[in-house]
């Protein structure tokens, strides 16, 4: 299973931005999805999941701000970013849950005025 993200770039703090990242090739059925983050200096967190049937579950620190959600005819995870601030500036990773856990390349968010 491959990861393809896009859709990061450069905002201004209060500014807004959707991620997606993209499964493909031995696809039979993913169950959760989801993006974590990692800032210079820090580790890898947990941003947000999504099971198949469309339960979510946030980190307290996007709630509120971020939501996750899935096509899951195009094995597809999203995540709409509103209200961003500069603590938000990191590089996201989407994964995919099918047995094991794969990961996208990465795709780096950087808020800054």
């Known amino acids: 299973v491959q990861l393809q993200a896009s859709g990061g770039g450069l905002v201004q703090p209060g500014g807004s931005l959707r991620l997606s990242c993209a499964a493909s090739?031995?696809?039979?059925?993913?169950?959760?999805m989801g993006w974590y983050r990692q800032a210079p200096g820090k580790q890898r967190e947990f941003v947000a999941r999504?099971?198949?049937?469309?339960?979510?579950y946030y980190a307290d620190s996007v709630k509120g701000r971020f939501t996750i959600s899935r096509d899951n005819a195009k094995n597809t995870v999203y995540l709409q970013m509103n209200s961003l601030k500069p603590e938000d500036t990191a590089v996201y990773y989407c994964?995919?849950?099918?047995?094991?856990?794969?990961w996208g390349q990465g795709t780096q968010v950087t808020v800054s005025s």
């Open positions: 999504i099971s198949r049937d469309g339960n979510t």
């Open positions: 090739g031995s696809i039979f059925s993913i169950n959760n």
């Open positions: 994964y995919a849950q099918q047995g094991y856990i794969y």
